[in-house]
């Protein structure tokens, strides 16, 4: 039984058929989604059409985006928002084209359905973003934080390795989870093309979005798996990336 942690989508339906391909997933295995499916290429409700389906084949676990949440709004209100619609929102609208009201509906309980954080039985926290509250995700005052939070991923990325963690300077956020798994801040933002880690801490967001790659990895092994660079799968497109 393998599980495997993949991050941020972005539209990118090519990309993940890349990924699952090259996993040969087995009945047994486990797949753990990091947020934002939409928003980016132009295949995002068809990204999460294949999710939909791919949940009755295998065992999957959704956990939500801050790109997600936007789509959610959207496709219950029929309200624009603005910020949205600049970063990939106008491609998710128009991926929705060919879509029935009735498939909209389906993939809103989709997103409606997305789970904040998910931790495993081995004590290992998956969620989108971060979290800030000292007592762990589940004492998190503001849960949009869950979905838009970067503290965490800077934390870990600055911290000073000759801190002990029994020492009172340690971060208490560290010291709930045997590891954490986060997406949300593109790796491409630090000159990395695969999953960071930091302290206990694994980004997994690799730009699928802009010019980077999809990326999976196994969370017991730590063996990473990619798709080719996500924009040359999409040549006529831009994605994310502001020319």
């Known amino acids: 039984m393998r599980t495997f942690a993949i991050g941020d989508i972005h539209g990118g339906l090519k990309a993940l058929l890349q990924v699952l391909n090259i996993l040969e997933i087995k009945d047994e ?10 928003d980016g290429w132009s295949e995002s409700a068809q990204v999460v059409q294949f999710l ?11 956990i939500k985006g801050n790109h997600d949440v936007w789509c959610e709004d959207w496709l219950r209100s029929g309200e624009v928002y603005p910020t949205w619609y600049m970063h990939g929102g106008k491609e998710t609208i128009e991926s929705y084209e060919t879509f029935s009201n009735e498939d909209k509906k389906q993939h809103l309980k989709f997103f409606e359905s997305l789970k904040m954080y998910h ?9 989108h973003a971060g979290f800030t509250s000292m007592h762990g995700v589940e004492k998190e005052v503001f849960k949009t ?15 000073d390795q000759s801190i002990e963690k ?3 300077l340690y971060p208490k956020r560290l ?3 045997h590891e954490i798994y986060i ?5 491409l933002n630090y000159n990395e093309y695969a999953p960071m880690n930091a302290v206990n801490v694994w980004n997994i967001d690799t730009g699928a979005a802009f010019f980077g790659k999809l990326s999976a990895i196994n969370i017991d092994t730590k063996e990473v798996f990619q798709s080719d660079v996500v924009k040359d799968l999409y040549p006529e497109e831009v994605g994310r990336n502001k020319s």
């Open 119 to 127: 931790i495993d039985e081995n004590n290992r926290l998956f969620l």
């Open 145 to 159: 934080t869950l979905y838009f939070d970067r503290t965490l991923w800077e934390m870990a990325l600055t911290m």
């Open 175 to 177: 010291t709930h989870y």
């Open 183 to 187: 997406g949300h801040t593109p790796t």
């Open 29 to 38: 295995d486990t797949l753990i989604f990091m947020g934002d499916y939409v």
């Open 52 to 62: 939909i389906e791919l949940s009755g084949k295998f065992n999957c676990v959704f």
């Open 166 to 168: 029994t020492s009172e």
